[in-house]
């Protein structure tokens, strides 16, 4: 009888012994699980968003260039605004003024000498190439777009600060302000926008813009634009944190 009851005790504390192993190892699991969840209890992937633009107002500059004209090469200044429906959501507003300078080519094309009998004892003769007409410099420019932000999350600098970041894609249309005429344009772009503080941030953008050349080309052509700016946002902090 008493070698009975030692057996019981022993598979009693056996059975114990094995039930809290179970119970930590689901509760291990269930925490490893949570681990890159999309959702937790209504809390975003991105936990601790500290800088928010819902609601906000963004007033952004920025200067750009145009490089693949072959004809004029381009400088932009590009005042922006955009309103932010929701943290993923905006609308913008972007107006662009252009300098331009002409390429080299032009210069080039104007003083061409050849031999038209390929001797060359034969004087050469004029063959410059004057384009007719010449190129229509764009002047400004005028867009609304929408801008999506899929993408937001922080990076450290030598473990010294934290800084938030967000990542967006944008599309919309607008007008091309050339010298001697008026054109319908579509636009789609990327950047990306780095928050220095509560309300303010360095911005880098690219756009691509296409558009119908005017006579005698009559082409389809994009025109890529290489931009960095600032933003001021307001208020100066987000609601949340008022």
């Not at 344009?185 to 780095?194: D, M, P, T």
Request: glycine share 6%; aromatic share 14%; charged share 20%.
């Amino acid at each position: 009888m008493k070698q009975i009851q030692i057996m019981l005790f022993i598979l009693s504390a056996c059975f114990l012994f094995n039930s809290q192993d179970v119970l930590a190892q689901s509760k291990k699991t269930t925490e490893s699980s949570d681990v890159g969840s999309y959702s937790r209890e209504g809390i975003d992937v991105v936990q601790g968003r500290l800088f928010r633009k819902a609601l906000r107002h963004e007033f952004s500059l920025d200067g750009g260039l145009i490089v693949d004209n072959q004809f004029l090469f381009y400088q932009l200044l590009q005042p922006r605004y955009t309103f932010h429906l929701r943290e993923s959501i905006g609308f913008e507003l972007s107006f662009g003024k252009a300098f331009h300078q002409e390429r080299a080519i032009i210069d080039a094309l104007k003083d061409v000498q050849c031999d038209p009998d390929n001797n060359p004892s034969t004087p050469t003769v004029d063959c410059s190439v004057a384009l007719d007409p010449p190129p229509d410099p764009l002047k400004n420019m005028y867009f609304a777009n929408i801008i999506w932000s899929p993408i937001y999350g922080k990076f450290s600098i030598f473990s010294k600060k934290i800084y938030h970041f967000d990542i967006y894609m944008l599309a919309g249309g607008g007008m091309f302000d050339n010298e001697r005429s008026n054109r319908f344009a579509f636009n789609v772009g990327a950047g990306a926008k780095v928050f220095v503080n509560d309300w303010f941030a360095v911005r880098v953008d690219f756009r691509n813009i296409t558009v119908r050349e005017g006579a005698p080309f009559n082409q389809i052509v994009n025109n890529r634009i290489y931009s960095l700016g600032v933003s001021a946002f307001l208020p100066t902090k987000s609601r949340n944190n008022i």
